[in-house]
């Protein structure tokens, strides 16, 4: 069955590039118009949106500030009318050796929960209250097999942040059901990124694939398909479930 999201109105969070472009191509690919966001450069955003098949719209909006946050999904209802979908995507994962200073290892975390927990929280927020007056609307959260497994020790804030939208998710699909809200859980594992570069620095590829029960790491077009099936509401009733896609890497 091919997937129509024509008229369907989807807001992909940190879509310049990784995860969140090929989620965002994949939405436009199957009908829907995108608003694409980026953190600090639109001609990004705009980049990809130019690319698109329907008429998609570039956004700026640095996600650790609250008021940015608000006025990203303002915009974007203002400017198309409506929205049905949104994918929280955006996130960081910052290296930080647990013998760092107590400010720097703090800074640290304050920032991670900020973009990662709190920014998702808020458009969920914003997001929910715009489905209850259309009539309803999808969400789906890209979070981590961190957040079941946890992560390395340099890792443990981006493990932490992503066990908090696991937990949020769960209480939208369960609260705001009867609303017509659906809210679902993607979580990854290791996929070839330019945020994942770091860790790939720091550990190697070859430490990574060690993990796999596949021979390749996972790349974002392989997720991206996950994420436009849900965003159709052809699993509508899989709302609050988490579904892995980490090449085997964990199953829970």
Do not use: P, S, T, V
């Given at each position: 069955m091919k997937i129509d999201l024509h008229g369907q109105v989807a807001l992909v969070t940190g879509s310049t590039r990784g995860i969140g472009r090929a989620v965002a191509q994949s939405l436009d690919q199957s009908g829907a118009r995108v608003a694409v966001h980026g953190h600090k450069n639109i001609s990004l955003a705009q980049k990809v949106s130019q690319g698109f098949t329907q008429s998609?719209?570039?956004?700026?909006?640095?996600?650790?500030?609250?008021?940015?946050?608000?006025?990203?999904m303002h915009q974007v209802i203002d400017d198309f009318g409506r929205?049905?979908?949104?994918?929280?995507?955006?996130?960081?994962?910052?290296?930080v050796d647990v013998n760092a200073s107590m400010k720097v290892w703090t800074d640290t975390w304050k920032k991670t929960m900020a973009v990662n927990a709190r920014a998702p929280a808020a458009l969920c927020k914003l997001a929910i209250k715009q489905f209850q007056y259309q009539g309803g609307g999808r969400i789906i959260n890209i979070a981590s097999r961190a957040a079941f497994r946890g992560d390395t020790a340099e890792y443990m804030m981006y493990a932490a942040s992503k066990g908090a939208v696991v937990s949020l998710t769960r209480s939208i699909a369960r609260a705001y059901g009867k609303d017509g809200v659906k809210a679902f859980i993607v979580a990854p594992g290791f996929v070839r990124t330019d945020m994942a570069q770091d860790a790939v620095d720091a550990y190697g590829e070859d430490f990574i694939g060690q993990d796999l029960a596949l021979n390749q790491l996972t790349e974002p077009d392989d997720v991206a398909p996950m994420v436009t099936l849900l965003a159709s509401g052809l699993a509508d009733h899989a709302t609050g479930t988490s579904i892995d896609i980490n090449a085997g890497s964990y199953v829970h």
């Open positions: 998609g719209r570039a956004y700026k909006a640095d996600l650790a500030q609250i008021d940015e946050c608000e006025a990203l929205l049905d979908i949104l994918i929280n995507n955006a996130g960081i994962a910052q290296f």
